[in-house]
């Protein structure tokens, strides 16, 4: 008779189970996530109806919805720069190699500390790099300066020294988008590294064992069990990513370039332009009618890749 009766209260073959069946079902798997719905729900949801500042000359005192419409006048600011596309581009490419080179670098220094030995070792590797993450762009900003700078620069005095002539960074744009890169993943590799370190340390031993038993060497290890590991993590990141790759890192940016008109070139992203240009005459409307902008092209891209992720391995993809 009981198996008569689970029988009977499980959902049939095929069937799928309505949205409060799942509610009860997985009940407790949703009050762990009450928190971050309740935070994305107040902080990305709520505030949705405010990019009709985006459409209004915004005035504090009628506020967001009393004040007067003026369709796209607010856009006009960046399309008749003239340098949108510019922007655009610098910004994309620069958020391209954050990403990909970040995220290469981080499964390097990941696979790196699960292959050390020395427990005392790893720990003073891992906190080492991890540091410079909380470093302030402004202090990385003085760091960069007193490194390059022409006159009383460490690298200008150390070529002095050895008797080879000076290096002027700040007056040749061609060499800023390495140099930006570079800054990007020092301070911020280790941090990404601990994401896939903590996947790393999820992969159950018994594979990993099982293959040194098999006489499987440590590149095959990671090669056939490591990265194959990774590969759902990475994708996903990815995706996340991607979201935001129009927007740039103003901090970056602003902090380590300044506002030298000879390296705009090749290092004004969005964000540092519309900062430029609205210093003295702030609006909020110009600035959410460029936020704007950069959402829409973000949430295309990962609709973009997403679907293609799904179409290749659906089970990587977000949704």
Known sequence: ??????????????????????????????????????????????????????????????????????????????????????????????????????????????????????????KVSQTMMFLPYFISQVLIGILVFNMLNYDTGFVNNVLSALGLPKWEPYADPNVWPVLLVIVYLWQQTGYNSVVYFASIM???????????????????????????????????LLLFALGGIVKGNFGLFYNIVGTNPLLYGT???????????TMTDFNFSTASAVGLYQSIIGFVIVMVVNYIVKKIEPDYSLF
């Open 267 to 277: 290092t004004d992203i969005i964000e540092t332009f519309v900062y430029r240009a």
């Open 1 to 122: 008779m009981s198996k008569t009766k689970k029988s009977t209260v499980a959902a049939p073959a095929g069937k799928k189970r309505s949205f409060l069946q799942n509610v009860v079902r997985y009940r407790v798997l949703l009050l762990m996530c009450l928190p971050a719905i309740i935070f994305f729900f107040a902080f990305n949801y709520m505030p949705l109806p405010g990019i009709y500042v985006a459409f209004v000359r915004y005035n504090m005192r009628k506020g967001i919805f009393g004040s007067p419409f003026v369709g796209l006048e607010n856009f006009r600011f960046l399309i008749q720069s003239g340098q949108l596309l510019e922007l655009t581009k610098n910004t994309i490419l620069y958020n391209l190699a954050f990403i990909l080179l970040g995220n290469l670098l981080a499964v390097f220094v990941a696979i790196l500390l699960n292959e050390m030995q020395c427990k005392w070792f790893k």
């Open 202 to 236: 999820g992969i159950d031993a018994e594979i990993i064992e099982a293959a040194r038993v098999d006489g499987a060497n440590g590149f095959q290890k990671i090669r056939y069990i490591i990265l194959p590991s990774l590969r759902p993590t990475i994708v996903i």
